[in-house]
């Protein structure tokens, strides 16, 4: 099993970290500005990139930590545990982000690797300026 772990420090308080990653409007605004669902344990939210893309069961979702189960989407997503663990310190975030439990590192891997950098950078630009560059605006890295 692979894992893919990116650590960011925020240069703004955990609350609005938080608001960024565990609520509808706030991952709209980094990631992908197609999100359907509700960040409630127990329910799925649903992310287009543009027509498909991942199902994640909100497992927990606390003031400190985030995690969901990939349910639905690209096949080596799937069963994936994403999380996102934040700590803050001198009104500044830190935040240590993982999707666990790859099969293998593939290609596919190694891309998504790479995007959610890309992401955790937006969710950066997102926290700190208010304009994150979520998909469709994000960087690409293919042709």
Excluded: R
């Amino acid at each position: 099993m692979s894992d893919i772990v990116h650590k960011i420090k925020i240069n703004t308080p955990m609350e609005k970290v938080f608001d960024a990653v565990a609520t509808t409007d706030g991952l709209k605004g980094w990631w992908t500005e197609n999100v359907v669902g509700e960040s409630l344990e127990g329910e799925t939210l649903t992310f287009k990139f543009p027509e498909s893309g991942p199902g994640m069961e909100v497992l927990e979702v606390t003031p400190e930590f985030i995690k969901w189960k990939c349910v639905e989407g690209p096949e080596e997503w799937k069963g994936t545990i994403t999380t996102f663990d934040l700590e803050e310190a001198d009104g500044k975030t830190e935040v240590l982000f993982a999707q666990s439990g790859w099969a293998e590192e593939s290609d596919f891997f190694a891309h998504c690797n790479t995007k959610w950098a890309v992401f955790m950078l937006s969710l950066k630009e997102y926290c700190e300026t208010g304009k994150g560059k979520a998909f469709p605006n994000d960087i690409s890295i293919d042709d």
